[in-house]
C-alpha cells in the first residue's frame, strides 16, 4: 500500500520489528512498532476504513527531509479508503507533525486519533496557512505537551482547516486553560470535550470570551475542577446556541438562587455525580434532559414543561410528587432511592410516560405499594430490571419477597369496597321480603 507507506514514511520509521494485522470483518487494520524492513506490511492495510499505528519514538527523525509528492503518490493517496486514523504511544516530534500535515488533504481521513502520546519540542506551521483538510473530527486523549498558552500563531496558520472542524476532543491532557484566541480559531465547531482536565470555574470565562466557539452545541466538561453552578453558568453565558452540557463529576455546590439564567437553547444537562443534596436554581427553562443521579438529593421542587427524560438513580428521595409538573415526561428513572411506594396520582397523569426504571428502592408492599408497581409491570412499563430487582422490605411478612408475588386482589386490599356493596344489597334483600 504505497499511499499509506508515504504517510508512515512522512510520519517517522518506527524502530522495532512490528507488522500490521488485518480485521476483514470490522475493516481495521492495525500496525504496531513498524520498522523500514517490516513497512511491506501495510498492504494489509488496503481494505480497511480505520487503520492504527502504535509504538515507537519519532524523535530522531525529526530532521528527515520530506519533499512535495509526485502526482502518482498523490492519486494514491486519493484513492485510499481509510477515513479514521489513529497514532497511539508514540513520541512526536512537533516539527515533523507540522510538515506532513499538509498530506493529509490528499487523502480522505475524516477522522485523526493521538492517543497517549507525547508531542516534543515546537514548529513553524506556516506551510499550513491556507490550506483545508478532510478532517473533521480531532481526538486527543492522555497526551503530554507544551501548553496551549502562547501557541496562538500556530493556530493562526492552521485557520483555514480550524474554521471548518466539526468536533475536538481534548480528554487526560492536563488542560488547565482554553487562551481566548484558541477558541476564536474553531469558526464552526460543533463538539467540544474537554473532560478529565483541570479546568476551574475561573478559566471559563476566558476559554469561552466573545467571538470562542461561536456555533457550539454540545460541551462536556466532566471531570474537572468545577465547583459552582453560579460560576459555570457565568463562564458559559456567551454560548448562544449550547444545547448539551454535561458537567458531571465535578464537586458543586447548590448555594443560593442565582442570578445567572442559563441559555434558552439547553436542551440537556448532565450534574450527576457532583454532590449535589438540593436543586440548583434557576434551571434550563427548555430542558428535555436531565441527569442528576448519583448524588444526595432528598427532595426536588421541578417544573419542567418540556422534560423528556429524568434521571435520579443514586440519590435519597423519599416523594416524588414533583412528577406533576413535567407532564411530558417519558423516560423516568428512580432506582437505588428511599422510595416506600410510587404514587399513581402523579404517574397516571403522565400520558407519555412509556419507561419507568424503579428498583433497588425499600418498597412497602401492603396492597397500594405493590398495586401500583405491579400496574406498571402489567402496562410493560418497568423496563429489564422487573421482576428480579423489584423487592419488598415491609410489612415484615412480606420482607425480601418480589413485588410480583404479594397478592393485591380486591377483596383482601379493599374488603371495604365489597362489604359495602354486599349488605346494601342484603338490606333491599330484607326490605323486599318484608
Known amino acids: 500500500m504505497v499511499g499509506a507507506v508515504l504517510l508512515l514514511l512522512a510520519l517517522g520509521r518506527v524502530a522495532g520489528g512490528g507488522r500490521c494485522v488485518l480485521n476483514r470483518t470490522e475493516e481495521h487494520c492495525v500496525c504496531r512498532r513498524l520498522s523500514e524492513e517490516s513497512a511491506s506490511s501495510l498492504i494489509q492495510c488496503l481494505p480497511a476504513s480505520v487503520v492504527e499505528f502504535r509504538g515507537g519514538d519519532l ?18 493517496l486519493e484513492s485510499l479508503s481509510v477515513r479514521k486514523l489513529v497514532f497511539g504511544d508514540l513520541l512526536v516530534p512537533e516539527v515533523l507533525l507540522a510538515r506532513v500535515m499538509k498530506f493529509f488533504s490528499y487523502t480522505q481521513v475524516q477522522e485523526l486519533v493521538f492517543e497517549s502520546c507525547t508531542f516534543v519540542g515546537s514548529s513553524n506551521w506556516d506551510e499550513m496557512a491556507g490550506r483545508n483538510l478532510p478532517v ?3 481526538h486527543f486523549h492522555n497526551v503530554t505537551s507544551a501548553p496551549l498558552t502562547g501557541h496562538e500563531r500556530g493556530f493562526s496558520s492552521l485557520s483555514r482547516w480550524l474554521e471548518s472542524l466539526q468536533e ?6 492536563h488542560v488547565a486553560a482554553l487562551p481566548c484566541a484558541v477558541g476564536r ?3 464552526a465547531l460543533r463538539s467540544l470535550d474537554v473532560a478529565h482536565n483541570g479546568l476551574g470555574d475561573g478559566s471559563l470565562a476566558a476559554a469561552f470570551c466573545v467571538g470562542a466557539f461561536p456555533r457550539l452545541k454540545a460541551l462536556s466538561l466532566r471531570h474537572n475542577n468545577l465547583t459552582s453552578l453560579h460560576g459555570v453558568c457565568q463562564g458559559l453565558r456567551l454560548l448562544r446556541e449550547l444545547q448539551r452540557l454535561d458537567i458531571s463529576h465535578n464537586k458543586l455546590l447548590a448555594g443560593p438562587a442565582s442570578s445567572c439564567r442559563w441559555q434558552t437553547s439547553l436542551r440537556s444537562l448532565n450534574v450527576s455525580h457532583t454532590g449535589l443534596d438540593e436543586v440548583l436554581t434557576p434551571l ?9 443521579s448519583g448524588n444526595h438529593l432528598r427532595t426536588l421542587d421541578l417544573s419542567l414543561g418540556s ?11 423519599q416523594d416524588v ?12 428513572s428512580l432506582d437505588d432511592n ?9 404517574l397516571r397523569l403522565l400520558g407519555h410516560l412509556s419507561d419507568v426504571a424503579a428498583p433497588g428502592n425499600p418498597y412497602d408492599c401492603s396492597c397500594s405499594g405493590a398495586r401500583v408497581i405491579q400496574r406498571l409491570a402489567a402496562m410493560g412499563r418497568l423496563g429489564p430490571a422487573w421482576p428480579q430487582d423489584y423487592v419488598c422490605h415491609s410489612p415484615p411478612w412480606y420482607q425480601d419477597v418480589l413485588v410480583r408475588d404479594v397478592p393485591v386482589s380486591v377483596l383482601r386490599c379493599n374488603s371495604a369496597a365489597v362489604i359495602a356493596p354486599i349488605c346494601v344489597i342484603l338490606a333491599v334483600l330484607c326490605v323486599a321480603g318484608a
Do not use: H
Open 307 to 317: 422534560l423528556k427524560m429524568l434521571l435520579l438513580s443514586q440519590n435519597m428521595l
Open 59 to 76: 524523535e530522531r527523525y525529526a530532521a528527515l527531509p520530506i519533499g512535495d509528492l509526485q502526482p502518482s503518490a498523490i492519486e494514491i
Open 321 to 332: 410528587s414533583f412528577l406533576r409538573n413535567c407532564p411530558m415526561l417519558e423516560v423516568l
Open 284 to 292: 434550563p427553562p427548555n430542558l428535555e434532559v436531565l441527569d442528576m
Open 136 to 138: 473533521t473530527t480531532l
Open 168 to 173: 475536538l476532543a481534548l480528554t487526560g491532557c
Open 185 to 187: 480559531a474553531f469558526g
Open 338 to 346: 428511599l422510595l416506600s411506594e410510587l404514587p399513581w396520582d402523579e
